[in-house]
Nanobody, 124 residues
Framework: VQLQASGGGPVQAGDSLRLSCTASGRTFILNAVGWFRQAPGRDRDFVAGLTWSGSSTSYADFVKGRFTISRDASNDTVYLQLNSLKPEDTAVYYC??????????????????WGQGTLVTVSS
């Protein structure tokens, strides 16, 4: 499975942005897909996750109500809509996917596939 992420860029505080992650290959083996982020000098954190069936979502507390994860099953693309962006949202955002069973909340050590990061920079 390959993951191709896109959509990052520089924005102002309060702006919106949509990240995309297109999965290719044996996507039928996936159980969940989601996003992590890593700010400079910090660990990589879970942001949002979605079961591959689309039946369940999970969000980190720091993005609840602002970010929305969704999936277009017709082209195996997962989106992360980022609204009301804050400077502290500045980070490299990584698309990720898991084969094993579990909830929509993804844990880094359980993640099987990673996309390349896409940088989101929010200025005040």
């Amino acid at each position: 499975v390959q993951l191709q992420a896109s959509g990052g860029g520089p924005v102002q505080a309060g702006d919106s942005l949509r990240l995309s992650c297109t999965a290719s290959g044996r996507t039928f083996i996936l159980n969940a897909v989601g996003w992590f982020r890593q700010a400079p000098g910090r660990d990589r954190d879970f942001v949002a996750g979605l079961t591959w069936s689309g039946s369940s979502t999970s969000y980190a507390d720091f993005v609840k109500g602002r970010f929305t994860i969704s999936r277009d099953a017709s082209n195996d693309t997962v989106y992360l809509q980022l609204n009301s962006l804050k400077p502290e949202d500045t980070a490299v955002y990584y698309c990720a996917a898991r084969r094993g069973r579990g909830t929509a909340e993804m844990l880094e050590y359980e993640t099987d596939y990673w996309g390349q990061g896409t940088l989101v920079t929010v200025s005040s």
